[in-house]
């Protein structure tokens, strides 16, 4: 596996076959659809295909909320396949203790072959059950490298349950991370102490609370998987958004709070100083105990790994490795600086073929996120994923004191692994 410099682009792009390692993966759209309250899966699938769902239900809880229609052969050639679905769905009513207000019908990539009418077939469940919501979603590996890869279109479909509202309400809705930022955010204090409220999906216990979602004046878009679900909802819903994707620059947080300050009409900048100033004295703390220690970051745990590298390095870590299988666009600004600023800087395919040597295994990084420290076999790690809901200057002060932490510690990557409920 050739180590790349910032300056050779190609690099981390190559196509080639790909090397999945246990460190590998996400949530899934078994998960993330599970956020909707009061609602139930069904995967239309070869069983072989239900071992996907089957285990990411296992992992992570929910298995409960999920069920299997297993296809065959005689099933797709007899010509009864969308007769199938619809039947299927009357058997799992029967069965369930209640029926669920919301049904994600699942069908596999086998399923983009079949031609499935399910216009047809929401329509029928729809004038069957009429007190229920039907979508469908896919999870097709095939379309992971277009525009509606199966993570968008779960969001999409999520997000497409709710129904415009007469209501607006001084609340602003986050989309994209996974997890709700905790009270002491301080998005959250501040805008409280205005007036205004903060909500996300997993703030919701019941179906009925989840709707007033649609209640709100703007959505704040935290990630690229929810930036089509926000469009939607500005379309259809007539909500705003502001994409201010997580970043852990203190200038990109005080840039962002200008914007919420002239959308909501409301000075957040100055009552965010004192953050600002905690999340720059919190680098150079951080800075001073790590030292010239080498430190790779992983595109897995954080959504702008380019632009965490730059800041890094801009604060004087020693930014050693960037983990990624590509530049996304959202990080093209922030490549081009790191390549003429800091072109020693290697990015890595986690994903290359060649990456199955380990060529990096024994190099001593301190690495942000567990597939970096699988590759490496660091005990330096920072046990994160998906920048796990931190987010403004308090995100930066937590990232700071998680990093010292891996640094003063000792990391178990495959207790991080195992604990993380990987879905590919």
Not at 34 to 61: I, K, Y
Not at 221 to 241: C, D, F, H, N
Not at 270 to 284: F, M, N, Q, T, V
Request: charged content about 20%; hydrophobic content about 40%; proline content about 5%.
């Amino acid at each position: 596996m050739s180590k790349c410099s910032m300056i050779n682009l190609s690099c981390p792009a190559e196509p080639s076959l790909h090397y999945v390692s246990p460190a590998h993966g996400g949530w899934g759209v078994v998960r993330i659809a599970a956020l909707v309250p009061e609602s139930h899966q069904l995967f239309v699938c070869p069983f072989a295909c239900g071992r996907h769902g089957a285990l990411g239900g296992e992992q992570n809880g929910i298995k409960d909320r999920i069920s299997y229609l297993f296809i065959t052969e005689s099933d797709i050639v007899s010509g009864d396949f969308e007769q199938l679905i619809i039947d299927s769905v009357d058997e799992l009513f029967e069965a369930l203790p209640k029926i669920p207000k919301v049904l994600f019908i699942f069908t596999s990539c086998l399923d983009d072959l079949l031609g499935t009418d399910h216009e047809a077939i929401l329509a029928e469940l729809d004038r069957k059950f009429p007190h229920v919501k039907f979508r469908h979603c896919t999870m097709n590996p095939i379309s992971l490298d277009t525009s509606y890869p199966p993570g968008v279109t779960i969001e999409m479909n999520m997000y497409g349950l709710l129904g415009r509202s007469g209501v607006k309400r001084k609340q602003i809705n986050i989309l994209g991370s996974n997890v709700s930022f905790d009270a002491e955010c301080d998005l959250k204090t501040l805008l409280r102490e205005k007036g205004w409220s903060v909500s996300h999906i997993s703030d919701h216990d019941s179906f009925e609370s989840f709707m007033t979602m649609s209640e709100a004046r703007l959505n704040i878009v935290t990630a690229p998987i929810a930036l089509k679900s926000a469009q939607q909802m500005e379309r259809e819903l007539g909500i705003p958004y502001i994409a201010s994707y997580v970043n852990h620059t203190p200038k990109a947080v005080e840039n962002f709070y200008e914007d919420l300050s002239e959308f909501i009409e409301e000075d957040l900048v100055a009552p965010s100083k004192g953050y600002h100033i905690k999340a720059e004295e919190k680098l150079a703390w951080a800075r001073s105990v790590i030292g010239d220690q080498p430190i790779a970051i992983d595109f897995q745990a954080i959504i702008k790994p380019f632009s965490l590298a730059l800041t890094l390095s801009e604060h004087g870590f020693n930014v050693g490795m960037i983990a990624s299988d590509g530049v996304p666009s959202h990080e093209r600004a922030a490549f081009d600086v790191l390549a003429k600023k800091y072109p020693d800087i290697l990015v890595e395919n986690p994903l290359a073929h060649e990456a199955v040597t380990f060529p990096f295994e024994g190099e001593q990084y301190l690495c942000i996120g567990f597939d970096c420290g699988y590759m490496t076999g660091s005990d330096k790690v920072v046990n994160i994923m998906e920048d796990e809901g931190l987010y403004g200057y308090i995100g930066i002060c937590r990232l700071m004191d998680m990093l010292v932490e891996a640094y003063t510690g000792k990391a178990n990557v495959q207790k991080m692994i195992k604990e993380a409920g990987l879905i590919i």
